[in-house]
């Protein structure tokens, strides 16, 4: 098993910044894949970003040029750092990490909240 501490969540206004920490209570290694994902109401998750261990990151097309997702191994913490934010990025942000084998496991953290509003 695993626990996430996920923070950095708030309030801020379009055009602002945050960034997000996801600490997790064993090492990052130990997974193949760490990521955010994001829900807004009445939608379903979505993915955000994904990096791997070998450092292949993947971005959601409404994100690219403005999200950063980063890893520090040694805090065994992944980052997401958001640019440019508008109204469409509020939604609930949820830290993920993967495992592919001997199954298909997703671990996922508590979620923080991330309103964009004037």
């Known amino acids: 098993q695993v626990q996430f501490v996920e923070s950095g969540g708030g309030l801020v206004q379009p055009g602002g910044s945050l960034r997000l920490s996801c600490a997790a209570s064993?090492?990052?290694?130990?997974?193949?894949?760490m990521g955010w994902y994001r829900q807004a109401p009445g939608k379903q998750r979505e993915l955000v970003a994904r990096?791997?261990?070998?450092?292949?990151?993947n971005y959601a097309d409404s994100v690219k040029g403005r999200f950063t997702i980063s890893r520090d191994n040694a805090k065994n913490t992944v980052y997401l750092t958001m640019d440019s934010l508008n109204l469409a990025d509020t939604a609930v942000y949820y830290c993920n990490a993967r495992v592919f084998a001997p199954r298909l496991t997703d671990y996922w953290g508590q979620g923080t909240q991330v309103t964009v509003s004037s």
């Open positions: 064993r090492s990052i290694f130990s997974f193949n894949d």
């Open positions: 990096i791997s261990n070998g450092d292949i990151i």
